[in-house]
């Protein structure tokens, strides 16, 4: 099993810059996959950037050159920094975790007004 929580989502003009970060209770070296979903009120949760334990790295095409994926093993720690925000990026976003199964965080709330 493993734990996760998010932080860092907030509200933000169009343009501005946040980084989610998402603290998870064991060694990324221990989870085959993590990844950062969205949800936006009405629309289905969809996965926006993944990384795999290889180091691979898969994007959304409506973030890629936006938005960044990034870990730090040494303090369990998972990244999502994210540029040039668009009000279109409004929704909670929830950190992800693959083992056996996928756990899920409780998400944070990001909200870009226009």
């Not at 998870?24 to 950062?36: E, H, K, L, T, V």
């Not at 898969?58 to 303090?75: L, M």
């Not at 540029?83 to 944070?108: F, V």
């Amino acid at each position: 099993q493993v734990q996760l929580v998010e932080s860092g989502g907030g509200l933000v003009q169009a343009g501005g810059s946040l980084r989610l970060s998402c603290a998870a209770s064991r060694s990324p070296f221990s989870i085959n996959a993590m990844g950062w979903y969205r949800q936006a009120p009405g629309n289905a949760r969809e996965l926006v950037a993944s990384i795999r334990l290889g180091g691979n790295t898969w994007y959304a095409d409506s973030v890629k050159g936006r938005f960044t994926i990034s870990r730090d093993n040494s303090q369990n720690t998972l990244y999502l920094q994210m540029n040039s925000l668009k009000p279109e990026d409004t929704a909670m976003y929830y950190c992800a975790a693959q083992l056996l199964r996928w756990y899920w965080g409780q998400g944070t709330q990001v909200t870009v007004s226009s």
